[in-house]
T-cell receptor, first 113, second 114 residues
């Protein structure tokens, strides 16, 4: 069983469209995250939820909206996609405020054309 | 606020040679420190972590790192490189009591020559 699974793995879409990425973890962790990795491999945190409560909300355009229906799931919805949104988006989870480290999903490569 | 700097965006070693990837951190309180590895088209995998126990930390795949408070460093080493070690390596820092946010370095790409 995959510990942190993201779908889809690849997403190609046109500018202006709305899309969602889904993430699920079966580790029983209480915290989940979305990170964005750009073309230079730089990782930037976007959001974090702890037991369904939003606890980190970095400077991200309002077009990005996370939703956590329960502590095992964290989805990312993006409205009005722009070329600059093209990146790899990683979901991760952790326990105990992350002191044991994160478990990452395999990523969703988003390409906006 | 915490930050982490990885010295060298690319490091190239010969197979069997010592691997040394450098990481310096900045933190206002004693930090938690991590090294992750990312293979092509995959997510990040935790290699090892420092959480205030022993300053020399051993991880998976023969890697280890030493926490040096006086130098604010957490360099990653492996005595003998293997072709399969070729990947991107990320150093990361999380502040105690900072609650849930881990900051990643820019990454170092390791090349291993036959």
């Amino acid at each position: 069983d995959t510990a942190v699974s993201q779908t889809p793995k690849y997403l190609v879409t046109q500018m202006g469209n709305d899309k969602s990425i889904k993430c699920e973890q079966n580790l029983g962790h209480d915290t989940m995250y979305w990170y964005k990795q750009d073309s230079k491999k730089f990782l930037k945190i976007m959001f974090s939820y702890n037991n369904k409560e939003l606890i980190i909300n970095e400077t991200v355009p309002n077009r990005f909206s996370p939703k956590s229906p329960d502590k095992a799931h964290l989805n990312l919805h993006i409205n009005s996609l722009e070329l600059g949104d093209s990146a790899v988006y990683f979901c991760a989870s952790s326990q105990d405020r992350g002191i044991a480290g994160y478990t990452f999903g395999s990523g969703t490569r988003l390409t906006v054309v | 606020a915490q930050s982490v700097t990885q010295l060298g965006s690319h490091v190239s070693v010969s197979e069997g040679a010592l691997v040394l990837l450098r990481c310096n951190y900045s933190s206002s309180v004693p930090p938690y420190l991590f090294w992750y590895v990312q293979y092509p088209n995959q997510g990040l995998q935790l290699l090892l972590k420092y959480t205030s126990a022993a300053t020399l930390v051993k991880g998976i795949n023969g890697f280890e790192a030493e926490f040096k408070k006086s130098e604010t460093s957490f360099h990653l080493t492996k005595p003998s490189a293997h072709m399969s070690d070729a990947a991107e390596y990320f150093c990361a820092v999380s502040e105690r009591g900072g609650g849930f946010k881990t900051i990643f370095g820019a990454g170092t790409r390791l090349f291993v020559k036959a």
